[in-house]
């Protein structure tokens, strides 16, 4: 016996993303319903082998469904994730809308799946920042270890994580630059993209931080310990898929370079790629369609007590959000519903 899943915004970069990683690891479906807005009515995607019409988000009744995964902005969230948790359909939301709520478990599965159990006070579930995500993959084994004192991390965030939009706006300015009378002007983001960075993710807050920035605090706090302190710049980068983030962490108690590479190799999750020679790392080309969180570059900081660096690259489209939104359901199946 399986389940009855709808993913609402089905057509965009994460929502086919949850289909198809839902189809590879062959979570347990009776019946799946993809679901988008009006505008895209009846646009085809696909499940496996087959292919499904998209449905009405307006109209749709989820009553009688076990799990809705949503990969649409926090304002469609808003309207229909209550909408659909009062029938009974569990919410698991990609949006920033629920993460920061006190009575919403926000989950990654390697790292603190106890806190699915807390998924009834609102039943809704909600998914981190995919900067934020594979970072927290990284740190709780060490954590665990050594206990956290503080983090500095730079990100190197792909435009996929600012949508379609942002892929097309990289690749279009890419192109421009080699027809002259071409060239593409910034819309998604504030400044040229190809052949750029732009250290600027989300709106700026009195602090002088970004939102993006203040999320990775936030979350790491609440889904690691609150006690860790995080500082974050964020900064867009010309690559279609794949973050990476450039992690220095400050630890209580003493933690050498190697004894980390031992736990980061048995921790769930990761994948240790760590050779001290040309290409004894990985890159953000080298993750796009993979699970994994890959960790390289691992050293320690000679500058103060306790410290280690690292280099964490992922698939943001997946484990930064398609694929921790699966996790998040095979864990709610397994620990709750038990269907599958």
Known sequence: MGYRIVVVGATGNVGREMLNILAERQFPVDEIAALASRKSLGTEVSFGERTLKTQDLDTFDFSGWDMALFAVGSEATKTYAPRAAATGCVVIDNSSLYRYDADVPLIVPE???????????????????????????????????????????????????????????????????????????????????????????????????????????????????????????????????????????????????????????????????????????TTPVECVGDYATYISRIRQDPTIDNGLNLWCVSDNLRKGAALNAVQIAELLGRRVLKKG
């Open 111 to 281: 790292v603190n799946p106890d806190a699915v159990m807390g998924y009834d006070r609102k039943n809704i579930i909600a998914n981190p920042n995919c900067s934020t995500a594979q970072m927290v993959v990284a740190l709780k084994p060490l954590h665990d270890r050594a206990r956290i004192k503080r983090v500095v991390v730079s990100t190197y965030q792909s435009v996929s994580g600012a949508g379609k939009e942002g892929m097309d706006e990289l690749w279009n300015q890419t192109k421009g630059m080699y027809v002259p009378g071409q060239e593409v002007e910034p819309s998604k983001f504030t400044k040229q993209i190809a052949f750029n960075v732009i250290p600027h993710i989300d709106v700026f807050l009195d602090s002088g931080e970004t939102r993006e920035e203040w999320k990775m605090v936030a979350e790491t706090k609440k889904i690691v310990d609150p006690a860790i302190k995080l500082t974050a710049t964020c900064v867009r980068v010309p690559v279609f898929v794949g973050h990476s983030e450039a992690i220095n962490i400050e630890f209580h108690d003493p933690l050498d370079e190697d004894e980390a590479r031992d736990i980061l190799r048995e921790a769930p999750g990761i994948l240790v790629v760590d050779k001290r020679e040309d290409g004894g790392y």
